[in-house]
Nanobody, 119 residues
Framework: QAQLVESGGGLVQPGGSLRLSCAAS????????MGWYRQAPGKERELVAA???????LYADSVKGRFTISRDNAKNTVYLQMNSLKPEDTAVYFC?????????????WGQGTQVTVSS
């Protein structure tokens, strides 16, 4: 099982920005695509963005143009830069590995990091 540690969440006003980080164990990070997911209260967990080891990305329609996923292969870390945040972005954000871009998550879920967008 990969170890996944998310950080960087917080409270931000609408229109603000946050940068999330996910540190993963080296064994999974080097071979897997990595994705950011979120789960809002009362809703199912959804994929927000994902990136391959080579940097190919995909985004949910709801975040295109506002969120950017990136990875630092030297640090086994994947980031999610979130700009122009909206109240509907409020959720717990998780990262996970994928065997292929957009594929099902491979590992147990970490604790996640709470993002709250509110004035």
């Amino acid at each position: 099982q990969a170890q996944l540690v998310e950080s960087g969440g917080g409270l931000v006003q609408p229109g603000g920005s946050l940068r999330l980080s996910c540190a993963a164990s080296e064994s999974i990070f080097r071979i897997a695509a990595m994705g950011w997911y979120r789960q809002a209260p009362g809703k199912e967990r959804e994929l927000v963005a994902a990136t391959t080891t080579g940097g190919t990305t995909l985004y949910a329609d709801s975040v295109k143009g506002r969120f950017t996923i990136s990875r630092d292969n030297a640090k086994n870390t994947v980031y999610l830069q979130m700009n122009s945040l909206k109240p509907e972005d409020t959720a717990v954000y998780f990262c996970n590995a994928q065997s292929m871009l957009g594929g099902p998550p491979l590992s147990s879920w970490g604790q996640g990091t709470q993002v709250t967008v509110s004035s």
